[in-house]
C-alpha cells in the first residue's frame, strides 16, 4: 500500500500538477516551487526538504514511522524522477487540478494508512499543536496556504487559484481514504497477556495506559481492559505492538476529535 500511494502521488504530480504549475501544499508545494525557480530536479528537493522531517519523526514518534516515511518519500522522489520526461495527459489547468488532486490525495491517505507520512509540516504540526490553541488540521491549513499564496507570485495569481483547488481536492481525497484527519484515536484492547501489552505500549510508544474493568457477557468473567489515546501516526506501530505479543488480543479503534485534560503528553522513549 505504501509503494502504491507514494507511485500515484508521482504520477499526480508529474502527470497533472507540475507540468500546468499547479502546486500542493507543504514539503511538496515547496519542493515544486523551489524546482521552478533553480531548475533542479523535483524529486531532489522533495528527499533532501524531508530529511530533517525524519529525523523529527523518530525521536518523536519512533522508528517505524521514520522508516515508513523514509521508504515513501524515497518511492516519490525517484518517481517523480522518472516520470519526469513523460507527457502531461492534460494541459487544461482545471482538468489538471481535478484529476491530479484526486491522485495525490489518494496516494498520500494510502501511506498515511500505511503507517507513514510524505510531508514533514504535519509532525511539526502536532508538535506546535501542544504549545499552540489551535489544532493540527488547523496548523497545516494556515501553513499550506501561506505556501499556496507564494506560489501566485511565482505561477501567477490564476494557477494559484488552480492549486487551492488541487489542494482541497486533495485534502478530501486524504479524509475519505484514511477515515479521517484527526489527531488523536482511542484504542481498546482485550488481551490475557494485557500486562505485557501495556507495558509495552507505554515503553515503547511512550503512551500512557488506563485499566478498564470489564465482564464477558457470554463467559460472564472478568476482563481488564487497555485504554489509551494515540495519534493516527503511531496507529500502525501499536497495532503491530499487540500483534507481536498477543495476535489473537481483540483491538478496537475509533476517531475522537479531541482531547482534554489527563496526561496525554507524550513520554520521551529515546
Known sequence: MMLVGASMVSVGLEIFLVPNNIIDG???????????????????????????FLFLGYKQIGKTFALSTLFSVAVMS???????PVQPIT???LLAAVFGGIILG????????SGGSLDGTEIV??????????????IVMFFNLFILASAGFVFGWNNAMYS?????????MIDLTIEGFEESKSV?????????????????????VTYLNGEGAYTGSEKK???????????????????????KAFLAVGNIHDVKGGRFKKKNIH
Open 26 to 52: 507543504g514539503i511538496v508545494g515547496i519542493s515544486i516551487i523551489a524546482s521552478h525557480l533553480s531548475g533542479w530536479n523535483l524529486g531532489l528537493f522533495l528527499f533532501i526538504l524531508n530529511l530533517p
Open 164 to 172: 487551492l483547488i488541487a489542494y482541497y481536492i486533495a485534502f478530501k
Open 78 to 84: 525517484i518517481g517523480t524522477n522518472l516520470l519526469h
Open 188 to 208: 481498546w484492547i482485550i488481551s490475557e497477556r494485557n500486562q505485557e501489552i501495556a507495558a509495552s505500549i507505554i515503553n515503547r510508544l511512550g503512551r500512557g
Open 125 to 138: 504540526a502536532i508538535l506546535f499543536s501542544k504549545k499552540l490553541p489551535m489544532s493540527v488540521g488547523e
Open 225 to 247: 481492559v487497555i485504554f489509551c489515546v494515540i495519534t493516527r501516526l503511531e496507529e500502525a506501530k501499536l497495532k503491530s505492538i499487540v500483534d507481536e505479543i498477543d495476535p
Open 91 to 93: 494541459i487544461d489547468p
Open 106 to 113: 489518494t496516494g498520500v491517505g494510502l501511506v498515511i494508512r
